[in-house]
């Protein structure tokens, strides 16, 4: 069975601070990560994806790849009210089967 | 360029009875990928379509099937609903850039 681990939350940041969000995955040879936005009673929405060891950024995001230690992070810089939401982290797995696994979601506050 | 449309957007059916759901990809997207959302669980993939057949299943039983259609829409059925059938049933394209744009979803009650 595939995992990907998220801590659930809530993580509480204040208005203006970077916000770090960690996800693990189990299976080694997966080669496509990515991270989505949900807003309560809302369907999830593509923010990041990364597919190289190291970083990648967009705007105030950042996302981080480790395959050795199998660990994507997301940086949210200058957090922002807006930010509240629940952030998932999604893995393809190998093989080209387009099976996508997503983690439970770490829910993050902004606290203005 | 019109998103990913998916209908009803909620629908409340009666344990045993059968629901049907229904989505079209974005125009131009020959995939379709079904996911479930229930309350407390992350998102489970439930099955992609492509060009009209089958590609690939998660886990879960036989009682949830699907087709997809000439156009490219795809219907999602789900008999002998159980109360554990409750949740949000997403529907995704994948566009070339990577990942899925979702619709936004329709969300079952079974009572």
């Known amino acids: 069975q595939k995992e990907v681990e998220q801590n659930s939350g809530p993580l509480s940041v204040p208005e203006g601070a970077i916000a770090s969000l960690n996800c693990t995955y189990s299976?080694?040879?997966?080669?496509?990560f990515f991270w989505y936005r949900q807003y309560s009673g809302k369907s999830p929405e593509l923010i990041m994806f990364i597919y190289s060891n190291g970083d990648k950024e967009d705007g105030r995001f950042t996302a981080q790849l480790n395959k050795a230690s199998q660990y994507v992070s997301l940086l949210i810089r200058d957090s922002q009210p807006s930010d509240s939401a629940t952030y998932l982290c999604a893995v393809e797995e190998p093989g080209g089967y387009q099976k996508v696994t997503f983690g439970t979601g770490t829910k993050l506050q902004v606290i203005p | 360029e019109a998103g990913v449309t998916q209908s009803p957007t909620h629908l409340i059916k009666t344990r045993g009875q059968q629901a049907t759901l229904r989505c079209s990809p974005i125009?131009?997207?020959?995939?379709v990928y079904w996911y479930q959302q229930a309350l407390g669980l992350g998102l489970q993939f439930l099955l992609w379509?492509?060009?009209?057949?089958?590609?690939n299943r998660g886990n879960f039983p036989p009682r949830f099937s699907g087709r997809q259609f000439p156009n490219y829409s795809s219907e999602l059925n789900v008999n002998a609903l159980e109360l554990e059938d409750s949740a949000l049933y997403l529907c995704?394209?994948?566009?070339?850039?990577?990942?899925?744009?979702f619709g936004s979803g329709t969300r079952l009650t079974v009572v």
């Open positions: 995704a394209s994948s566009p070339p850039t990577g990942g899925y744009t």
């Open positions: 379509y492509d060009e009209g057949e089958e590609r």
């Open positions: 125009s131009g997207h020959t995939s």
């Open positions: 299976d080694r040879g997966s080669q496509s």
